[in-house]
């Protein structure tokens, strides 16, 4: 059988009740990673979004990474905020197909 590494920083519920109740353990990890670099988190409104996709595309012109965290993976239309897979097109659209992925 294959060792699977589940990495989250807020365990969801499922998660929660694999360890529980499945075949997992859970591991903390206490210490940060060694020559671990400053991180910057922003919020950022829907409104300002050209605004923001310009500052994106000079941070990867600088080879810096980028993360972006949505709420859901699938879109809905009880939801008005963007879905990863929603979101995942915009980005591939605006940057390019090479630079966007999904994790």
């Given at each position: 059988?294959?060792?699977?590494?589940?990495?989250?920083?807020?365990p969801?519920?499922?998660?929660?009740?694999?360890?529980?109740?499945?075949?997992?353990?859970?591991?903390?990890?206490?210490?940060?990673?060694?020559c671990?670099?400053?991180?910057?988190?922003?919020?950022?409104k829907?409104?300002?979004?050209?605004?923001?996709?310009?500052?994106?595309?000079?941070?990867?012109?600088?080879?810096?990474?980028?993360?972006?965290?949505?709420?859901?993976?699938?879109?809905?239309?009880?939801?008005?905020?963007?879905?990863?897979?929603?979101?995942?097109?915009?980005?591939?659209?605006?940057?390019?197909?090479?630079?966007?992925?999904?994790?």
């Open positions: 059988s294959a060792d699977i590494l589940f990495i989250t920083a807020t969801i519920p499922r998660t929660l009740e694999q360890i529980l109740y499945g075949n997992m353990d859970r591991i903390t990890l206490k210490d940060k990673p060694a671990r670099l400053p991180v910057k988190t922003s919020i950022v829907v409104c300002m979004i050209d605004d923001l996709c310009k500052r994106l595309k000079n941070m990867i012109s600088r080879e810096h990474k980028i993360y972006w965290i949505c709420p859901y993976i699938e879109g809905s239309e009880d939801n008005e905020v963007a879905s990863v897979e929603e979101r995942f097109e915009f980005l591939k659209n605006m940057f390019g197909n090479n630079i966007v992925g999904v994790s």
